[in-house]
T-cell receptor, first 113, second 113 residues
């Protein structure tokens, strides 16, 4: 079993829909949680960065972390065709020297005009 | 530069050849990471530097893989006696300091024939 599980999709929704992406994890040491967006043949681009549990909102994007359930989510409101990409969740522990990110497999998302 | 720069963007090598991949992190960033991304998968950690010190190399798949960052800035990932299973995208990321967000370059796409 992988430390971080993410449904690879693909996920296809109409423009304007609310998109929900999620990941589960098994390592209780994870404290930092991130969402990255990756376009084809590009590097991952940081969307959201949160520490511990709670919600964080940035424009059309909302990230939620539920450490009790070991579950994180990313919501995209008013989705646009330009949001079509692969979305990667990532997480890391806080111990000095444990800075590496552990990624999910990525969910391929398509927003249809 | 404004972002993480990696070169070359594409590299084709014959099995058994040695290759060297370069990463220029964001200026002033202390931490530097290398990841390997297979097709359709999330990135997987290879190694981590804080300044010139290599603090974690637990993800390097074999002793054919070697990374260095001699002056605490530019880093090189070297793969000796390449094999077909080394074909992947190699991503470099940097962060300002410990537990700060990691920012990625666009990667080097390595193909071993």
């Amino acid at each position: 079993q992988k430390e971080v599980e993410q449904d690879p999709g693909p996920l296809s929704v109409p423009e304007g829909a609310i998109v929900s992406l999620n990941c589960t994890y098994s390592n209780s040491a994870f404290q930092y949680f991130m969402w990255y967006r990756q376009y084809s043949r590009k590097g991952p681009e940081l969307l959201m960065y949160t520490y511990s549990s709670g919600n964080k909102e940035d424009g059309r994007f909302t990230a939620q972390v539920d450490k009790s359930s070991k579950y994180i989510s990313l919501f995209i409101r008013d989705s646009q065709p330009s949001d079509s990409a692969t979305y990667l969740c990532a997480m890391s522990a806080t111990r000095q020297g444990a800075q590496k990110l552990v990624f999910g497999q990525g969910t391929r998302l398509t927003i249809n005009p | 530069g404004a972002g993480v720069s990696q070169s070359p963007r594409y590299k084709v090598a014959k099995r058994g050849q040695d290759v060297a991949l370069r990463c220029d992190p964001i200026s002033g960033h202390v931490s530097l990471f290398w990841y390997q991304q297979a097709l359709g998968q999330g990135p997987e950690f290879l190694t981590y530097f804080q300044n010139e010190a290599q603090l974690d190399k637990s993800g390097l798949p074999s002793d054919r893989f070697f990374a260095e960052r001699p002056e605490g800035s530019v880093s090189t990932l070297k793969i000796q006696r390449t094999q077909q299973e080394d074909s992947a995208v190699y991503l470099c990321a940097s962060s300002a300091r410990t537990n700060q967000p990691q920012h990625f370059g666009d990667g080097t796409r390595l193909s071993i024939l």
